[in-house]
């Protein structure tokens, strides 16, 4: 089993930038391949950033491709999602995700272990 506690969220204004952070217990960490995802009111969630369970890159969502910077250090078992130039869309529910051998997949179906979410909010 993995836990997953996510952390580094709150209230931004538009244009600022925050970083999360998802701290991983259990398991062989380096083994996993890990995503964030997140979720706006009233909307489905979304697939925003993956790596890979060597820490290759996947692709980044075409919404956040050129703000966001996934990365992971295994050492501290911890993955990160740098936001930068942050929009009011952006609001939302982030969700660190992990699957076991994990190739970076956008499908949520395809992680085995969730944290519990972190809020994100940047005002207009």
């Known amino acids: 089993q993995v836990q997953l506690v996510e952390s580094g969220g709150g209230l931004v204004r538009t244009g600022g930038s925050l970083r999360l952070s998802c701290a991983a217990s259990g398991g062989i960490f380096s083994r996993y391949g890990m995503a964030w995802f997140r979720q706006s009111h009233g909307k489905e969630r979304e697939f925003v950033a993956a790596?890979?369970?060597?820490?290759?890159?996947?692709p980044y969502a075409d919404s956040v491709k050129g703000r966001f910077t996934m990365s992971r250090d295994n050492a501290e078992r911890t993955v990160y999602l740098q936001m930068n130039s942050l929009k009011h869309e952006d609001t939302g529910v982030y969700y660190c995700a992990a699957a076991h051998y994990g190739s970076g997949r956008p499908e949520s179906s395809m992680y085995d272990f969730w944290g519990q979410g972190t809020q994100v909010t940047v005002s207009l």
């Open positions: 790596i890979r369970w060597d820490g290759g890159r996947a």
